[in-house]
């Protein structure tokens, strides 16, 4: 079993920066992919980034590419997303996932993450 607990968000002006994290708990955690997703409001939750549990594959949505960053840190269990320049469109209720076994590879299905956070409100006003 994996518990995901998610902070970090808040609300900044256009073109701030925040880092999320999440910390993960629970047995060989640091073994399973983890991604980042999101919902905004009215619209389903969507894929944002995602990391293979060797840290040698990262991939983004398009929406995000340049600007967010995945990481991790085997140390401490915790997961990462640094985000720079945020727009309005960023607004949304980010939420950490981790698949459902281990040693599986990065994904970007929601469908592919068994394990997920209870999210963390980023409001990017204009």
């Known amino acids: 079993q994996v518990h995901l607990v998610e902070s970090g968000g808040g609300v900044v002006q256009a073109g701030a920066s925040l880092r999320l994290s999440c910390a993960a708990s629970g047995n060989s955690v640091n073994t399973y992919a983890m991604a980042w997703f999101r919902r905004a409001p009215g619209k389903e939750r969507e894929f944002v980034a995602s990391i293979n549990w060797m840290e040698t594959t990262t991939y983004y949505a398009d929406s995000v590419k340049g600007r967010f960053t995945i990481s991790r840190n085997h140390v401490g269990n915790t997961l990462f997303l640094q985000m720079n320049t945020l727009e309005p469109d960023d607004t949304a209720v980010y939420y950490c996932?981790?698949?459902?076994?281990?040693?599986?590879?990065?994904?970007?299905?929601?469908?592919?993450?068994?394990?997920w956070g209870q999210g963390t409100q980023v409001t990017v006003s204009s």
């Open positions: 996932a981790a698949r459902d076994q281990a040693f599986l590879v990065a994904s970007t299905r929601e469908t592919d993450f068994g394990f």
